[in-house]
């Protein structure tokens, strides 16, 4: 079973970026669909975005446009790029797999996950 590891999370301000990362410990991500889910103040699980196995993704409307998920060649590592924070955006990121497909933001299995705290 692959244990996943977050890192990246820090305060920034609003308008700066941050890029996560997560290694599938002892192996590849091999589930057809990974991506990135959060847990907020309001919120307890809302999904971010999603990568399928043929690179298709998908991402919530709330980070459209500012966020970029990806992963090296080696399927090894999943990052997610997130530029223009907004305080809204503080939270906890979880890296997660085994999603249904990505355009279905929910996921079977995830991290400890890395906090993010943007300031105004």
């Known amino acids: 079973q692959v244990h996943l590891v977050e890192s990246g999370g820090e305060s920034v301000q609003s308008g700066g970026s941050l890029r996560l990362s997560c290694t599938a410990i002892?192996?590849?991500?091999?589930?057809?669909?990974i991506g990135w889910f959060r847990q907020t103040p309001d919120i307890d699980r809302e999904g971010v975005a999603a990568?399928?196995?043929?690179?298709?993704?998908n991402y919530a409307d709330f980070v459209k446009g500012r966020f970029t998920i990806s992963h090296d060649n080696e399927r090894k590592t999943l990052y997610l790029q997130m530029n223009n924070l907004k305080p809204e955006d503080t939270g906890t990121y979880h890296c997660?797999?085994?999603?249904?497909?990505?355009?279905?933001?929910?996921?079977?299995?995830w991290g400890h996950g890395t906090q993010v705290t943007v300031s105004s």
């Open positions: 997660a797999v085994d999603c249904p497909r990505p355009s279905e933001l929910y996921f079977a299995r």
């Open positions: 002892g192996a590849t991500f091999t589930s057809h669909c």
């Open positions: 990568i399928g196995s043929g690179g298709e993704t």
